[in-house]
């Protein structure tokens, strides 16, 4: 389902959490932004993977060329090099979500856990060490693309775990040691704030230009596709998916009867209720996530049926034939209009040799059909097969 079909119900955001309360939905947004969120990430491993190495400098000043000092160089080498190979699994498999996560939360959990020994053997920089714990939870909340909950857990147990060191070490007083406490709370929470405010922001975003594309693709008035859906290639695209699995697909083109009569009779705002009205039938009958329904123009609508055959095809539109001449549009108070609609069919069998020659032959055969209801009387149902010599199926009326 393209994007732009996605139900307004899904477009919810859990605002605690910064992500969509519908998991496809969150899916979908993931899946679109992740080729610039991978992006971004490749450039934040590699960064740490340099940082990360080039500071080993300091642990060398401060402890001296010994075996202790090499130790910790060589921790944050492994540090790169999970770095590194996160970049490299990305590159590999640029479209998986999961990957994109893993090598964020990987990164990030060996780098605060080499920190946490870098510290333990150097207390006596306890003043940097808490400036660069500070700058790596800065990088956590914002630097780093993740899920907001995996990041909040890195961030809040990293803190957790530096803090008990430093209460271990007992190079603290119980003032300093409160202090810091609640610097690292502050330094979370604001990190959070950060993060959510970042996270909601791309979702609202996301949100508008979905919402901009519906205006564009689907007509105020019946809340269909418009045929600008069409010009997009979407009869194309589902040929084109027709031939490369071998299902069927079937077009129904209907058409209100006598829609002029009611305009001329009850007014044209009547005439706009008996079309939202039939709109409304339409779609409520077919396959939301499926089908779809274009206002084709003026009173004629066309139903596309993606793996469906003539057979289905008939028995839906004959439903909604019935469905539609039974009901009546209120139009004012103790004031209705009733009218029927024709519906013409075309379709591709599954596993057929041969296709239409474009989206328009197909439209073209089942506007004959539509036609052929008409000059029949009107209020039918015909459907034809697509083949090599066309060949009618079955009528009905």
Request: proline share 4%.
């Amino acid at each position: 389902m393209p994007l732009e079909d996605l139900p307004d119900s899904s477009l919810i955001i859990d605002r605690r959490r910064a992500e969509f309360t519908d998991p496809d939905c969150e899916a979908r947004f993931i899946a679109h932004t992740l080729p610039e969120r991978n992006g971004q990430l490749k450039i934040s491993l590699l960064c740490a993977a340099v940082f990360y190495v080039v500071f080993g400098a300091t642990d060398i000043a401060t402890l001296g060329p010994t075996a202790t000092a090499f130790a910790l160089v060589a921790l944050r080498v492994l540090v790169a090099l999970v770095a590194l190979g996160g970049i490299y699994a990305i590159r590999r498999r640029p479209d998986s979500i999961a990957l994109s996560n893993s090598a964020s939360s990987a990164l990030l959990v060996v780098a605060l856990a080499v920190f946490m020994v870098v510290c333990w053997y150097q207390p006596e920089t306890l003043p940097w060490n808490v400036m660069s714990q500070a700058l790596i939870l800065m990088a956590v909340y914002v630097n780093f693309p993740n899920r907001i909950h995996y990041t909040v857990a890195i961030g809040a147990g990293s803190s957790a775990v530096f803090g008990a060191m430093l209460a271990f070490q007992g190079n603290l007083r119980a003032d300093d040691l409160l202090t810091l406490v609640l610097l690292l709370i502050l330094a979370n929470t604001l990190g959070y704030i950060a993060a959510r405010r970042f996270h909601l922001g791309l979702r609202e975003q996301f949100c508008s230009a979905i919402l901009l594309q519906q205006m564009a693709d689907r007509d105020p008035l019946t809340g269909c596709h418009n045929r600008r859906i069409l010009q997009k290639g979407l009869l194309d695209a589902e040929l084109a998916r027709t031939r490369r699995y071998g299902t069927g697909l079937s077009v129904i083109l209907c058409d209100i009867d006598h829609f002029k009569r009611i305009n001329d009779t009850h007014g044209h705002a009547a005439g706009d209720r008996v079309l939202a009205d039939f709109a409304g039938l339409l779609r409520a009958m077919t396959r939301e996530t499926v089908d779809r329904v274009v206002r084709y123009g003026g009173e004629e609508f066309l139903v596309v049926l993606p793996q469906t055959e003539l057979a289905g095809a008939l028995a839906l539109a004959e439903r909604i034939r019935a469905a539609f001449a039974a009901s009546a549009t209120r139009i004012g108070d103790g004031v209705t209009a009733s009218a029927t609609a024709s519906f013409g069919i075309a379709c591709v069998p599954a596993q057929h040799p041969h296709l239409p020659a474009s989206a328009e032959a197909l439209v073209g055969a089942a506007d004959a059909q539509l036609y052929a209801v008409k000059h029949n009387g009107r209020n039918g149902v015909r459907g034809i097969v697509l083949s090599g010599v066309p060949e009618l199926v079955r009528v009905a009326t």
